[in-house]
């Protein structure tokens, strides 16, 4: 394993949106790099916080009561039990910063589940 990883060839390397790929771990927690595109399914993650860091293009982070927009370099962290629905009219590329194990569909699971992936 490489000491140093480079986000945007990390980011380079992932071929379709709503698939977090882990770019490193810290303690229990994952850092996954991942591109959004289009509205992603209502979830909430029961046990754990879930931080967003856009490093390129417009967020929407829809909660029942508002929506919380996010820009290049902006962060937001859902709190755990929060129910929300991601959506990017465009191509975002992220950092998420997760417990491990932490289960991209959080209790609504279905098809858009996807199993945390290795960069190359």
């Given at each position: 394993?490489?000491?140093?990883?480079?986000?945007?060839?990390?980011?380079?390397?992932?071929?379709?949106?709503?698939?977090?790929h882990r770019l490193a771990s810290i303690n229990d927690?994952?850092?996954?790099?991942?591109?959004?595109?289009?509205?992603f399914v209502w979830h909430s993650h029961p046990e754990t916080d879930e931080l967003f860091l856009v490093l390129s293009g417009e967020l929407t982070i829809q909660l029942r009561d508002r929506d919380v927009?996010?820009?290049?370099?902006?962060?937001f962290v859902v709190p755990r039990g929060v129910e929300h629905c991601p959506r990017a009219?465009?191509?975002?590329?992220?950092?998420?910063i997760e417990p491990q194990g932490t289960v991209n569909t959080?209790?609504?699971?279905?098809?858009?589940?996807?199993?945390l992936r290795e960069l190359p």
């Open positions: 394993m490489t000491d140093i990883r480079n986000l945007d060839e990390a980011l380079a390397g992932i071929a379709q949106p709503w698939q977090p927690y994952d850092l996954k790099v991942v591109k959004l595109e289009g509205e927009v996010l820009g290049p370099n902006d962060v009219d465009g191509e975002v590329r992220a950092l998420l959080g209790d609504a699971g279905g098809e858009r589940t996807s199993p």
